[in-house]
């Protein structure tokens, strides 16, 4: 299994950017698609974004394309999550998480390894 840590939340005001980062180790981090997921309180946890291995192939949640941006850094056996342009529905919990699998994918049993999580917060 790989062990994956996020940093970079915080409290940011409506239409500022925070960048999220999530560092893995363990495993031989270019295998795994990569995914970001959040859940705000009293909700499920719901799919942001994903990449592939290669950091070519990315796919996105309608409610932030155009505003965020997943990237990958495998020498440094690290995903990001660029978001801009904030907005108050984006407050939750943010997770990265790792599926052993060839193609992208947007569901979280898909995943096999997840992080704490980081907390953001948007205030209006």
């Known amino acids: 299994q790989v062990q994956l840590v996020e940093s970079g939340g915080g409290l940011v005001q409506a239409g500022g950017s925070l960048r999220l980062s999530c560092a893995a180790s363990?495993?031989?981090?270019?295998?795994?698609?990569m995914g970001w997921f959040r859940q705000a309180p009293g909700k499920e946890r719901e799919f942001v974004a994903t990449?592939?291995?290669?950091?070519?192939?990315?796919y996105y949640t309608d409610s932030v394309k155009g505003r965020f941006t997943i990237s990958r850094d495998n020498a440094k056996n690290t995903v990001y999550l660029q978001m801009n342009s904030l907005k108050p529905e984006d407050t939750a919990v943010y997770y990265c998480?790792?599926?052993?699998?060839?193609?992208?994918?947007?569901?979280?049993?898909?995943?096999?390894?997840w992080g704490q999580g980081t907390q953001v917060t948007v205030s209006s």
């Open positions: 363990g495993r031989t981090f270019s295998n795994y698609v």
């Open positions: 990449i592939n291995w290669t950091g070519i192939d990315t």
């Open positions: 998480a790792a599926a052993s699998k060839v193609g992208l994918t947007t569901h979280v049993n898909g995943y096999h390894s």
